[in-house]
Nanobody
Framework: QVQLQESGPGLVKPSQTLSLTCTVSGGSITTSHYAWNWIRQSPGKGPEFVGL???????YFSPSFASRTSISRDTSKNQFSLQLTSVTPEDTAVYYC?????????????????WGQGTQVTVSS
């Protein structure tokens, strides 16, 4: 059974960088052909796909976030991380990590086989 757990600060100031980590257990993030995704759910909005990192380390970002997003990984810890720069209050959301296939991505967590419980991030001064 694969389990994912998000972690990171719950409060970030505007213009700063949001950094979150997803720790994976029960499976390796280097196993073919999976991708490790970040999705978010903002108040009053639908879910949004942010980006992913594949088993081979390659990445893909939603065009909506590409200019200020990076995703990295630490294979020794079986973790992958999201960095979102220049945040604004509109980036306030519950952020989820999820496992999918390397060839596609989904917007809603329910469409993934495994996802974390989510972590609330509030952007406020």
């Amino acid at each position: 059974q694969v389990q994912l757990q998000e972690s990171g600060p719950g409060l970030v100031k505007p213009s700063q960088t949001l950094s979150l980590t997803c720790t994976v257990s029960g499976g390796s993030i280097t196993t073919s052909h999976y991708a490790w995704n970040w999705i978010r759910q903002s108040p009053g909005k639908g879910p949004e796909f942010v980006g992913l990192i594949r088993y081979d380390g390659s990445t893909y970002f939603s065009p909506s976030f590409a200019s200020r997003t990076s995703i990295s990984r630490d294979t020794s810890k079986n973790q992958f991380s999201l960095q979102l720069t220049s945040v604004t209050p509109e980036d306030t959301a519950v952020y989820y990590c999820a496992r999918g296939d390397s060839g596609t991505y989904y917007v809603a967590t329910r469409d993934y086989e495994y996802w974390g419980q989510g972590t609330q991030v509030t952007v406020s001064s």
